[in-house]
């Protein structure tokens, strides 16, 4: 079994950056895919990033393509996401996940393991 703890959320102004982390537990992390969704007031969760098991192979949400990066420590047991120019329409829980396989990256539902989350507030 797998925990995971994130941090690094806040609150920022639009065009600002943060740098989430996810601690996880186990002596089997780097076994799983990593993902970050995140899941607005009233929306559904949706896919942002994801990274394969030794962090050779990275997937990023087209919407974020460009500005997000996702990358993985597996001697600490920890992914990022790193976020720059946020926007206030990425106000959202952001969530990682940990994946046994590696197929379905995008999808949420394809997911093992999920975190509490961590509130990201990007003001206007």
């Known amino acids: 079994q797998v925990q995971l703890v994130e941090s690094g959320g806040g609150l920022v102004q639009a065009g600002g950056s943060l740098r989430l982390s996810c601690a996880a537990s186990?002596?089997?992390?780097?076994?799983?895919?990593m993902g970050w969704f995140r899941q607005a007031p009233g929306k559904e969760r949706e896919f942002v990033a994801a990274?394969?098991?030794?962090?050779?192979?990275?997937w990023i949400a087209d919407s974020v393509n460009g500005r997000f990066t996702i990358s993985r420590d597996n001697a600490k047991n920890t992914v990022y996401l790193q976020m720059n120019s946020l926007k206030p329409e990425e106000t959202a829980v952001y969530y990682c996940a940990a994946n046994r396989g590696l197929l379905e990256l995008r999808v949420a539902d394809s997911y093992d393991y999920w975190g509490q989350g961590t509130q990201v507030t990007v003001s206007s």
């Open positions: 186990g002596r089997t992390f780097s076994s799983y895919a």
């Open positions: 990274i394969s098991w030794r962090g050779g192979s990275t």
